[in-house]
T-cell receptor
Framework: KQEVTQIPAALSVPEGENLVLNCSFT??????LQWFRQDPGKGLTSLLL?????REQTSGRLNASLDKSSGRSTLYIAASQPGDSATYLC??????????FGTGTRLKVLA | GAGVSQTPSNKVTEKGKYVELRCDPI?????LYWYRQSLGQGPEFLIY????????DSGLPNDRFFAVRPEGSVSTLKIQRTERGDSAVYLC???????????????FGPGTRLTVL
């Protein structure tokens, strides 16, 4: 059974810092991993989708890496801004179509 | 539409009542998913539709929960005899990947916050 863990559960940093969010999963037989952002009271916004054949994906100040063999993914946020404050969730497939989510990392970037 | 839409955005009901939650997926997406998210948790899978049929409803917690997608587009999640423990955010997602797969990821709606008093 696939289990997903995200560390840390919460993070508070001053504006401008670079930071790393971690996601680990127990079953490495995945074909992709997706990172989402969730603002309070809102739905999920897709940030990055990494296929198993890729080792990383970049979008603006965000970079996500995937190491299937070790069951880990990291989301790197460069030069953090107060607008980055949100909960970040990672999700991995369980089977062909079902996502299993971590409990998320609640990020607060202080101005 | 441009994205997945869900209505209502908020629903407050009394214990024992019946509720319906609606999801309108991205146009052309054949796969549709419902998830439930409790406070402080990640979303948990409820049911997956490929076209009109429910291909996997293994995540529905009990027989008070039912979902339909009669024309392969809009879906309705129905909850009978609501209980306080049903209070959560119900999220809908759609995908364009063949056979409902996740190769292209999932796109989520804003969710419906259900509160059962």
């Amino acid at each position: 059974k696939q289990e997903v863990t995200q560390i840390p559960a919460a993070l508070s940093v001053p504006e401008g810092e670079n930071l790393v969010l971690n996601c680990s999963f127990t079953d490495s037989a995945i074909y992709n991993l997706q990172w989402f952002r969730q603002d309070p009271g809102k739905g999920l916004t897709s940030l990055l989708l990494i296929q198993s054949s890729q080792r990383e994906q970049t979008s603006g100040r965000l970079n996500a890496s995937l190491d299937k063999s070790s069951g880990r993914s990291t989301l790197y946020i460069a030069a953090s801004q107060p607008g980055d404050s949100a909960t970040y969730l990672c999700a991995v497939p369980s089977g062909t179509y079902k996502y299993i989510f971590g409990t998320g990392t609640r990020l607060k970037v202080l101005a | 539409g441009a994205g997945v839409s869900q209505t209502p955005s908020n629903k407050v009901t009394e214990k024992g009542k019946y509720v319906e939650l609606r999801c309108d997926p991205i146009s052309g997406h054949t796969a549709l998913y419902w998830y439930r998210q409790s406070l402080g948790q990640g979303p948990e899978f409820l049911i997956y539709f490929q076209g009109t049929g429910a291909a996997d409803d293994s995540g529905l917690p009990n027989d008070r929960f039912f979902a339909v997608r009669p024309e392969g587009s809009v879906s309705t999640l129905k909850i009978q005899r609501t209980e306080r423990g049903d209070s959560a955010v119900y999220l809908c997602a759609s995908s364009s990947a063949p056979s409902g797969g996740l190769l292209r990821g999932q796109f989520f709606g804003p969710g419906t916050r259900l509160t059962v008093l």
